[in-house]
């Protein structure tokens, strides 16, 4: 439990503030799109008066978006949605500067960081906000009275609550809000099963969410992590994709243009086909594994990379994830089989397996989290914009929205789109009334 001098917040260190302050200010500079609605949220104060908790990577530009939900009223806690992912001298400057409930250390154990789930689900949220679906998961196995199923430090918590403050826990949730495209295929299960006890907006689902973010960002800010944590030269080399999805298909193309030759493994023939037609080679990861320097997964599956495909890998390959969770490497086989693991950088750990040596990268987590510093500010400000706008959408519309997965509606959608061409000094025609009526017709033109 964390001791009642540190109740309102977790952190590393707060003499890292004006560090976390600099850097926040310099992402702020590419977010105009959130700066415009921040704005508007002080004016209009959607959010006043509502308790949100967030789980979410605590990078500068979460701390852009903390301070937006805050200037619209929102009392708001954070913690971390990997433990890896936290940048400690953000979380410094939230707490000192904006008085923001922060609890998470870079580096925490799996203890420390399920205590500070729990912290942030003790906040008694109206709104919750994740990346993952750790804080609506936490909230389901409440509501399904599925205790064991639960880290020990938010068991230990719930068993102290009364069956009303555990009912009133679940029931004071208006909404939620969620981040990636792993959390969104666990909430439309529990939708599926009908387990969900409120709405929630898969901010992913937005357009001017993935079709940038988990493209444009995932696939620079992954290679960017690769690289700061091997210096490897990624020209020349063959770089293994597994999935092509938004991520994937981000990736390929920038480890492409690094000049490597790119092999995309698949399981879905529509994707294959496309990665095929893009021109990369695509071929079964058994395949693959013979050929590879550089093996990244951004598939959001289990054990895409196994065991035997370790021991086909050549010496010296090196193994990484940007999936959401560290489960796309069978890690737990490969320590059953190989030596390891040595650091011999950070975030770079050698395992010896059949007389020859593999290097697994920031033990199967997030590598542009882990090792770099996530998606850049100007990509973050389109699925912030959205974050926001979707928990201003949940305080409207709580008395209408059903315990269902839903998008934000495809208005706001654009206009998002509409607000960053603008910023970018972007601009674009608008149709003639001959050409709307041209499209509005059937007869016309033909
Ligand atoms: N690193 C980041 O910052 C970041 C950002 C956004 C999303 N994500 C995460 O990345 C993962 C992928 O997200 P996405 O938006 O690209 O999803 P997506 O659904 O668009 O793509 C995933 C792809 O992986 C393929 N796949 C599934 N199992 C496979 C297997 N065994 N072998 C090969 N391919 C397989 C699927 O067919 C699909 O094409 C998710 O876990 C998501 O949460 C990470």
Same mark, same amino acid.
């Given at each position: 439990?964390?001791?009642?001098?540190?109740?309102?917040?977790?952190?590393?260190? !707060?003499?890292?503030?004006?560090?976390?302050?600099?850097?926040?200010?310099?992402?702020?500079?590419s977010m105009p799109v959130l700066r415009q609605l921040a704005e508007r949220?002080?004016?209009?104060?959607?959010?006043?008066?509502?308790?949100?908790?967030?789980?979410?990577?605590?990078?500068?530009?979460?701390?852009n978006?903390? !301070?937006a939900?805050?200037?619209?009223?929102? $009392?708001?806690?954070?913690?971390?949605?990997? +433990?890896?992912?936290?940048?400690? $001298? !953000?979380?410094?400057?939230?707490?000192?500067?904006?008085?923001?409930?922060?609890?998470?250390?870079?580096?925490?154990?799996?203890?420390?960081?399920?205590?500070?789930? /729990?912290?942030?689900?003790?906040?008694? +949220?109206?709104?919750? *906000? $994740?990346?993952?679906?750790?804080?609506?998961?936490?909230?389901?196995?409440?509501?399904?009275?599925?205790?064991?199923?639960?880290? +020990?430090?938010?068991?230990?918590?719930?068993?102290?609550?009364?069956?009303?403050?555990?009912?009133?826990? !679940?029931?004071?949730?208006?909404?939620?809000?969620?981040?990636?495209?792993?959390?969104? #295929?666990?909430?439309?299960? *529990?939708?599926?099963?009908?387990?969900?006890?409120?709405?929630?907006?898969?901010?992913?689902?937005?357009?001017t969410?993935?079709?940038?973010?988990?493209?444009?960002?995932?696939?620079?800010?992954?290679?960017?992590?690769?690289?700061?944590?091997? %210096? *490897?030269?990624?020209?020349?080399?063959?770089?293994?994709?597994?999935?092509?999805?938004?991520? &994937?298909?981000?990736?390929?193309?920038?480890?492409? &243009?690094?000049?490597?030759?790119?092999?995309?493994?698949?399981?879905?023939?529509?994707?294959?086909?496309?990665?095929?037609?893009?021109?990369?080679?695509?071929?079964?990861?058994?395949?693959?594994?013979?050929?590879?320097?550089?093996?990244?997964?951004?598939?959001? %599956?289990?054990?895409?990379? /196994?065991?035997?495909?370790?021991?086909?890998?050549?010496?010296?390959?090196?193994?990484? %994830?940007?999936?959401?969770?560290?489960?796309? #490497?069978?890690?737990?086989?490969?320590?059953?089989?190989?030596?390891?693991?040595?650091?011999?950088?950070?975030?770079?750990?050698?395992?010896?397996?059949?007389?020859?040596?593999?290097?697994?990268?920031?033990?199967? /987590?997030?590598?542009?989290?882990?090792?770099?510093? &996530?998606?850049?500010a100007s990509v973050m400000d389109m699925s912030f914009a959205n974050?926001a706008l979707?928990?201003?959408?949940?305080?409207?519309?709580?008395?209408?929205?059903?315990?269902?997965?839903?998008? #934000?509606?495809?208005?706001?959608? /654009?206009e998002i789109a509409r607000l960053k061409l603008q910023a970018m000094?972007?601009?674009? $025609?608008?149709?003639?009334?001959?050409?709307?009526?041209?499209?509005?017709?059937?007869?016309?033109?033909?």
């Open positions: 439990m964390i001791t009642a001098s540190k109740q309102d917040h977790d952190i590393k260190d !707060v003499k890292l503030a004006d560090e976390g302050r600099r850097r926040t200010e310099w992402a702020e500079r949220f002080a004016r209009e104060r959607p959010l006043a008066g509502k308790r949100l908790a967030a789980c979410l990577h605590v990078t500068t530009e979460t701390a978006l903390m !301070v939900l805050q200037a619209g009223g929102a $009392d708001v806690a954070l913690c971390a949605s990997n +433990p890896l992912s936290t940048q400690d $001298d !953000v979380a410094a400057h939230l707490v000192r500067d904006h008085g923001i409930k922060v609890f998470a250390i870079k580096g925490e154990d799996h203890a420390t960081y399920y205590e500070h789930i /729990r912290a942030a689900l003790a906040h008694r +949220p109206d709104i919750t *906000m $994740d990346d993952g679906a750790d804080l609506v998961g936490a909230l389901h196995m409440v509501a399904l009275n599925r205790l064991d199923d639960l880290a +020990p430090p938010v068991r230990k918590w719930i068993e102290t609550l009364s069956a009303a403050e555990r009912k009133a826990l !679940v029931a004071g949730v208006a909404g939620s809000t969620e981040e990636t495209t792993t959390g969104v #295929i666990r909430l439309k299960a *529990m939708a599926k099963d009908g387990v969900l006890q409120f709405p929630v907006i898969a901010v992913n689902d937005s357009d969410k993935h079709l940038f973010d988990n493209r444009y960002g995932t696939g620079q800010s992954t290679l960017d992590g690769i690289i700061r944590a091997t %210096n *490897m030269l990624i020209a020349g080399s063959t770089v293994v994709v597994a999935g092509y999805g938004w991520c &994937g298909r981000g990736f390929a193309l920038r480890a492409r &243009g690094a000049g490597a030759n790119v092999v995309v493994t698949e399981i879905d023939p529509m994707k294959a086909l496309e990665a095929q037609m893009d021109g990369y080679r695509v071929a079964t990861m058994a395949e693959a594994a013979r050929v590879g320097d550089l093996f990244v997964t951004l598939t959001g %599956n289990v054990e895409v990379i /196994r065991v035997e495909h370790m021991r086909a890998m050549k010496d010296g390959a090196v193994l990484a %994830n940007s999936g959401h969770f560290n489960v796309e #490497i069978d890690l737990e086989g490969l320590k059953k089989i190989a030596r390891g693991p040595v650091a011999v950088r950070d975030f770079v750990e050698e395992w010896q397996l059949d007389g020859k040596k593999i290097f697994v990268l920031a033990d199967g /987590r997030l590598i542009n989290l882990a090792a770099a510093e &996530g998606h850049p974050q979707a928990a201003e959408h949940v305080v409207r519309h709580a008395k209408t929205l059903t315990k269902d997965v839903h998008r #934000i509606p495809g208005e706001l959608d /654009r000094g972007v601009a674009i $025609d608008t149709l003639t009334p001959a050409q709307k009526k041209y499209l509005a017709s059937w007869d016309l033109g033909t």
